[in-house]
């Protein structure tokens, strides 16, 4: 059975940091390209940081680059996402994802059920 496991979120003062981890099982997971997503009530859900299957690049939204590091251990099928400097508006559900594209260019993807981070003074 696939199951991504989202966990660390919580409360944290404006300036303060927070690590989220992502624990995957039931695939290949150093197959898979992992990805952080968010989605604050009212708004779009917007693709907050990508690692390739090796862990070798890193791409990340204009607004959380600098304060956000994504990063994975394939031994232990775990992504993370180290966020620091908060602001109010990272506050949002927090959810990880895992893609394998296949060599038709077919899409294949899981998704965590989320943590929630909530940046308030």
């Known amino acids: 059975q696939v199951q991504l496991v989202e966990s660390g979120g919580g409360l944290v003062q404006p300036g303060g940091s927070l690590r989220l981890s992502c624990a995957a099982s039931?695939?290949?997971?150093?197959?898979?390209?992992m990805s952080w997503y968010r989605q604050a009530p009212g708004k779009e859900r917007e693709l907050v940081a990508v690692?390739?299957?090796?862990?070798?690049?890193?791409n990340y939204a204009d607004s959380v680059k600098g304060r956000f590091t994504i990063s994975r251990d394939n031994a232990k099928n775990t992504v993370y996402l180290q966020m620091n400097s908060l602001k109010p508006e990272d506050t949002a559900a927090y959810y990880c994802?895992?893609?394998?594209?296949?060599?038709?260019?077919?899409?294949?993807?899981?998704w965590g059920q989320g943590t929630q981070v909530t940046v308030s003074s």
């Open positions: 994802s895992a893609r394998f594209t296949s060599a038709w260019g077919r899409h294949y993807d899981y």
């Open positions: 039931g695939f290949a997971f150093s197959n898979y390209a």
């Open positions: 690692i390739t299957s090796a862990g070798g690049i890193t």
